[in-house]
């Protein structure tokens, strides 16, 4: 082992021996902080959660809405081309007839 | 089970924690009061570890703290609770290290009288330090590895201050083994390099 790394072992000993006061209980104040912190994200959790639930059924009411105006217009969408719209479009092709 | 978690957490005869974490996750107060008594030394003793210089420890203490009452829900119970904690403890720390971009190189200036002891004791005597010396040494051993990046230091502080295995630094952090001897051997490298550099500057 070379000297350097010696006196590094050395150095770690003793920093790893220094005493170590940790109080027992937290400070009132920080208590006190760190409760209303987690509360305040507590009820901002909660607030998402009731939108995202508002938001997931308006998607459903959505989708169930547009199911139902499909069923309705099927017939109208699915109808033949009814023969006033060729008569209304003869004169545009006739115009230009050389 | 862990030095870290072994020293500093309260028995468990004291609180009832499952019952403890079931009630917090109600959101019920007065057991999250108790638990925050409860992981207190735990947590605190980590930040003192691994917090950054300029970090005030009440701070990161508080933020560790609300993560980890926040994310309580996500505690399977596969593990300790207090294996759990001190994770988000070391992470945040490594976070908040990482997010302190300078790394000063050290100066003899920058040293204090009884950390210029140390150093000169180190550099004339092959024994061990002095009890008394044992402050200053932890305070050059922090000067030194602020000179690191902060897994290094991370790691340093782990293994050789806080005495911790390798197979115990893996279930801290979750890096693998190879990956920790590795890391740890340069960051030894780069440490040791910076006390020769302050015990030439001693000499001349």
Redesign the interface.
């Known amino acids: 082992m070379s000297d350097s790394e010696h006196d590094l072992n050395r150095l770690f000993q003793s920093a790893a021996e220094a005493p170590q006061e940790l109080p027992g209980v937290p400070s009132h104040a920080l208590e006190q902080r760190i409760l209303a912190r987690w509360r305040n994200r507590a009820e901002a959790a909660e607030e998402w959660f009731t939108h995202l639930s508002l938001y997931r059924r308006a998607l459903v009411a959505a989708f169930a809405l547009a199911l139902v105006a499909l069923a309705v217009y099927f017939p109208v969408l699915t109808q033949e081309r009814a023969d006033d719209v060729e008569i209304i479009n003869t004169p545009v092709s006739l115009t230009f007839l050389p | 089970m862990n030095v870290l978690v072994r020293e ?1 957490s309260l028995p468990d005869e004291v609180l009832n924690v499952p019952d403890c974490v079931a009630r917090v996750r109600r ?1 019920d ?1 007065d057991a ?2 108790s638990l ?2 409860h992981l ?2 735990l947590v ?2 980590v930040v ?1 570890g691994h917090r950054p210089r300029r970090m005030c420890e ?1 701070d990161l ?2 933020t560790i ?2 993560k980890v ?2 994310k309580l829900n996500q505690y399977s119970g596969a593990v300790p609770l207090e294996h759990w904690v001190s994770r988000i403890a070391v992470n945040t720390c490594l976070n908040a290290l990482q997010a302190e971009k300078i790394r000063p190189e050290l100066r003899w200036a920058d040293l204090t009288e009884q950390e210029e002891h ?1 150093i000169q004791t ?2 004339t005597t ?1 024994g ?2 002095e ?1 008394g ?3 200053a ?2 305070d ?2 922090d000067k030194l590895l602020d000179c690191l990046k902060p897994n290094d230091r991370l790691l340093v502080n782990l293994l ?4 911790h295995s390798v197979e115990e630094v893996k279930q801290i952090t979750g890096w693998n083994i190879s990956m920790i001897k590795v890391r740890a051997f340069r960051a ?1 490298n780069r ?2 390099k910076h ?2 550099t302050l ?1 030439k500057e001693t000499t001349t």
């Open positions: 500093a959101g107060e999250a009061r925050l008594t207190f030394p605190l003793s003192r009440e203490t508080q703290f609300v009452f926040t140390v180190l550099d092959a061990e330090l009890p010396q044992s402050l040494a932890r050059l051993t050789h201050i806080e005495g030894r440490m040791r006390m020769e015990m």
